[in-house]
């Protein structure tokens, strides 16, 4: 008989992956449009989304492991029925800093 041993942090849920590459996806809706909560609890790299009126009608913000990810989550939009997806990359978050401020003379 084989004794179990128990481990400290065994059966746990590891720590998320890193999510490194963040991209913003616009999509067009096609006949119906795509359900955004589900999108989001079967994808953990949509952070958040925007529903827009003009070129495209939702935007989603994206943190993928990687590119493989990236391309799942783009032909998953399409199959969800996306008349298109425009997927840009974020090189840089510019955020507000202080305001600078400059002596009277």
């Avoid at 913003?24 to 006949?31: D, K, N, S, T």
Wanted: glycine share 10%; charged share 15%; net charge neutral.
């Amino acid at each position: 008989m084989t004794a179990l041993h128990l481990l400290p942090g065994a059966g746990e849920p590891g720590p998320e992956p890193a999510r490194p590459l963040h991209a913003l996806a616009r999509v067009g809706f096609g006949p119906v449009p795509l359900d955004f909560h589900r999108l989001a609890a079967e994808h953990p790299a949509v952070q958040s989304g925007l529903t827009l009126a003009g070129g495209a009608d939702l935007e989603l913000r994206l943190a993928c492991t990687g590119p493989e990810e990236l391309r799942a989550i783009s032909t998953a939009l399409l199959r969800a029925g996306a008349a298109h997806v425009q997927v840009d990359l974020v090189l840089r978050a510019l955020r507000p800093g202080p305001p600078l401020l400059r002596p009277v003379s």
